[in-house]
């Protein structure tokens, strides 16, 4: 008895990435003594980030991995982070096997702050017509809340995070708590301008990201300092600059004496009370021992990331729920969704040639979207935003020894500018995209294996047809030349924007949370990943996810000390 006292908290957090961060944050400001439990290992702050201040002369294989390493993770690989300077935050891909029905590159991050150390740090809010979006094209369910629901926990979050942005006064793109923007380049100011004169609801903006432009009392507090403009967040920031689980909500909750943070603890299931039909608790493989263990709670928060978090309910199986957790109408792990990232183009402009850029920074521009916003206009559905950039082409001679070879190699060569825009479509929720459990394989803790069935459709082809219409007649009216395009036909799940299977809504009879998301037949479980999302939008999803957790957090509190949970 005493011990299962020891392994009692008020609150249980599983997953310690962006939204489970935010999770424990809320709930711990409020009172609730927090178990945050982490399937990974514990990485903290600066101590943990071993290659954050190396030079690039000082990485073994001069940022490379060596080619054993590439041909055992080919999936792993065949992301842009796993690298030198940042594999050690990527899963391998022993380490976590699934089945693909249909190709799939799952990319993860298992440790303390998840993905949260590798994100592209994109913050943008939706708005009222990407909430409104399924119930007026009829297409999937009715999202249960509007913008107006959600809107001052974005900017809640906001003000802690520190984002960097314009008050731009977009409909399609609401403006936020903004720190200073960081700036364009002349090139892309240039489109801006020139793009606006011949299509008035077309914007490019300076890219709103999670970074320290400018920091606030809030932000010096949490021990964060300005973003240096680095570009090399990926291996965790030692100033704290852009924001993560690491720097920012975790330390936060600890600080309150009231979390308690377990890594290495592999998630099994959760506990179903079948007297009381409430949750009770968490079973925990210890990852170093293989030891299964439980922990009990009055809430549970999933924040696992999205597939986990429907891996996690579906094996959290009891004779109430004899398929899943909450789920009574057999939705769990349907309705699945991404980004589409496959679409890209580029050009040339011959302008502008008596400047150039100069230094770096972490974003980039950006286009929100601007089809389908305010009506049906295309044979698709739904539309796509596009990330923006124009630099100036530098090259240099690597000619020469001793003191000519150093003059060649610190002199550019300067050519013309470039630009380029990367789309980022919206995938429709279907019931064909699902995730099941295999319970004939198992992985290493002798779990079912996730078996992912995931493919693009009819719609993402028609989208990309269109962004390369629209692109080249966009770059064409500015006085770029040299167009092209290139579809990359990569697999879904690079984008590392899952979403979906446990989605909101308000009939539990097509969806699995309500308003608040909460499961609608286990009204003490929680889920504010991305699991949770009815649809995906155009927009980078993180700064959504955040907004939901904080939102959930204080209203778990408040029917908490109403009795009712």
Known sequence: MNSAKKRTYDAIVIGSGISGGWAAKELCEKGLKTLVLERGRDVKHIEDYPTTLMNPWEFEHRGELPLEVQKANPIANRCYIFKEDAAHFVVKDAEHPYIQDKPFDWIRGYQVGGKSLLWARHTQRWSKYDFEG???DNFAVAWPIGYDDIAPWYSHVEKFAGIAGNRDGLDTLPDGEFLPPFEMSCVETYFKEKLVEKYPNRHVISARMAHLTKPQPIHLEQGRGKCMNRTICQRGCPFGGYFSSNASTLPWAAQTGKMTLRPNSVVHSII???KKQRAKGVRVF???TKEMMEFYARIVFVNAAAFNTNLILLNSTSNR????LGNDNGLMGKYV???NYRARVSAEYDGFMDRTTDGKRPGSSYMPRFRNVYQ??????????TVLWAEREQSFSSDGLGVDLKTNITTKQLGNWKVGML??????????NYLALDKQQLDPFGMPKLKISIDYDDNDEKMIKDFFEQSETMFSSAGFRNFKTSDSHQAPGLDIHEMGGVRMGKDPKTSLLNAWNQLHACKNVFVTDGACMTST???NPSLTYMALAARAADFAVKELKAMRL
Not at 321 to 324: A, S
Not at 376 to 385: I, K, M, P, S, V
Not at 423 to 432: F, L, N
């Open 537 to 539: 939008s155009t927009q």
């Open 272 to 274: 179903f009370d079948e």
């Open 321 to 324: 729920f004899p398929n899943g």
């Open 337 to 339: 969704a991404f980004h």
């Open 423 to 432: 789309m980022m479509g919206e995938t429709i929720p279907k019931a064909s």
């Open 134 to 136: 399924p119930a007026r």
């Open 286 to 288: 210890d990852a170093e």
């Open 376 to 385: 049906q206009e295309t044979d698709f559905l739904r539309g796509y935003a």
